[in-house]
């Protein structure tokens, strides 16, 4: 296919003779992915409109309880201080967000008319401008009308330091007007060419100015909204026990015709990813678990039962470890890990060199994952344009020998490296979860035979992604040597899911350890790739600056990527949940049905 056959295809969309649908199907027999086939239809001012509604049921209610198994029990419920995907995936059952992403890359109107585009004037031609058209007759659960004035306020909000909002990078850097009541203008500073981030996805969720408006800023953590939630979502709140068990019912004024299906919603947190996969696939007590980070060989036999099935998505989803050039033992001005320290070992790129070859993660993949992950060595995997082709893992024990030899690290009596006093020992992080203990073992045994010893500590889940200030043990305080974890990609483009490689999103006690960047680690040229990503209009140069950023940190092996992992939850049967690789379990749980 040469570019006039695309062109010619473009025109066709235009036209009304060809179905966006049908083009990106296209575009993909050649290799281009869902969601660069919408972006260049976008560039040539094809408007962003949704895909045919595949929704079955031909009216609201009656569908009885929805319920879901979320082990990794939420604790908030306000989504700008979500840093777990936990909490983020509760907040949006209530919260909506302008325009979320589908399966397929596409974004899809929420609390937005439509998406702006080129075509209807919803983007400027700089780049520095986006206009939003907000949809009428939404009302908040409380009856209030849905209107500017909230998202604006909003923006205010998250864009205050003083709220330390977990979202604050996606508001901080912009200015938002408001046309009339249902219109609002975001203005950039710079050409934009990813403009699909404030008021988007995860990171977009509108709250309501008359519930949070007196509690900007520094008071932030007392609104009393933070766990009673009042949105425009499909399911209004009715109770909350942070950690156990979380209750909804149908919002019989949604302002989508005929959805949401279900008439209460039950979310039960606590338990583990088997327990959870057996009480949808083997039992049928749940409709839905989510996060199945379960053995696959364990899920194949669950499913022999016949009462539920796997839903595996593809995503941006990436197991990986960090590893912390900081002192998490040493505390200063309050916090350990502060930038304002130095780890006595990991600071030496040698050491961070060696880890990294002593990880197997074929093994991982072959022995654990199976349909839940694919090995890899970088940290943005999807699209496949956004992908370093550098990039390359190696498991070698004898490699990883001769650098800790050669770099002076010598091994004791006890079989243990040191160099000046320093031992190579570690405390190694991560949440309770079998495929996470049995790769810590894995890993563990392979740093056995370099020389390194690792103290393998496990979080319960459920306080591992808290985001509670006050909680020693959360995966953001990295109160430790080394720390694993999955961390979710929002959105097709990797744009803001990099902003946890930058300097300016470090955690640290200043921003309630919400910052995004939990590494510490910072580079200037990753910073000046970064900046100039934002503002680079060219989609080919732009990628490259956005993969010279993943390749920055990964070649430093500060971060250590294990596997691309596949979303993977269980569904009953009769269940038809809409699941997408680019979004939290409940992007779209007002379209869920049972048949």
Known sequence: MNEQDIREMIAGVKEGALSRRSFIKRMAAVGITAPLASQILAWNDVAMAQPADDYKPTKAGGGGPLKILLWQAPTLLNPHFASGTKDQIASRIFFEPLAGWDKEGNLIPQLAAEVPSKANGG?????????????????????????????????EYAADPATAAYTTGSYANIKVEKIDAHTIKVIFKEPTPFWADPFVGVAGMIIPKHHFGEYKGAKSREAPANLKPVGTGPYKFVDFKP?????????????????????????????????????????????????????????????????????????????????????????????????????????DPAVRQAINLLIDRDSVQKFIYGRGGVATASFVNEPKQFKSTKLKYEFNIDKANKILDDAGWKKGADGIREKDGKKLKYVFQTSINAPRQKTQAIIKQACQR??????????????????????????????????????????????????????????????????????????????????????????????????????????????????????????????????????????????????
């Open 123 to 155: 983007l400027s031609a700089d780049g520095k401008e986006v206009t939003w058209k907000l949809k009428q007759g939404v009302k908040w659960h409380d009856g209030k009308p849905f209107t500017a004035d909230d998202v604006v306020f909003t923006w």
């Open 243 to 347: 950690g156990d068990i979380l209750l909804g019912e149908r919002n019989t004024e949604y302002h989508v015709k005929n959805k949401p299906q279900f008439d209460t919603l039950e979310v039960k947190g606590g338990g583990d990813a088997v327990s959870a996969a057996r009480a949808v696939l083997q039992t049928g007590e749940y409709d839905y678990a989510w996060n199945l980070q379960v053995e696959d060989e364990v899920l194949k036999r669950m499913e022999a039962g016949g009462r539920g099935k796997v839903v595996a998505v593809k995503g941006g989803d990436v197991e990986f470890i960090i590893l912390n050039t900081t002192d998490p033992w040493t505390e200063v001005d309050g916090e350990r890990s502060s930038v304002k320290t130095k780890h006595p070992s990991l600071s």
């Open 450 to 595: 370099a020389g390194i010893e690792l103290e393998l500590k496990s979080v319960t889940a459920s306080v591992y992604f808290s985001s509670d200030v006050a909680n020693p043990d959360t995966y953001t305080k990295l109160y430790c040597d080394m720390e694993m974890y999955t961390t979710t990609q929002p959105q097709p483009d990797p744009e803001r899911f990099l902003n946890q490689l930058v300097s300016w999103e470090i955690a640290n006690k200043e921003n309630k350890w919400l910052g995004r960047n939990v590494s510490r680690y910072s580079d200037p040229e990753a910073d000046k790739a970064y900046k100039a990503a934002q503002k680079e209009l060219d989609p080919v140069k732009r990628a490259a600056l956005l993969i010279k950023v993943n390749e920055i940190f990964c070649e430093a092996n500060v971060l250590l990527p294990v596997l691309s992992r596949t979303v993977v939850g269980a569904s009953a049967n009769s269940l038809t949940p809409d699941i997408s690789g680019w979004e939290v379990t409940t992007w779209n749980l007002a379209s869920w049905y049972r048949s």
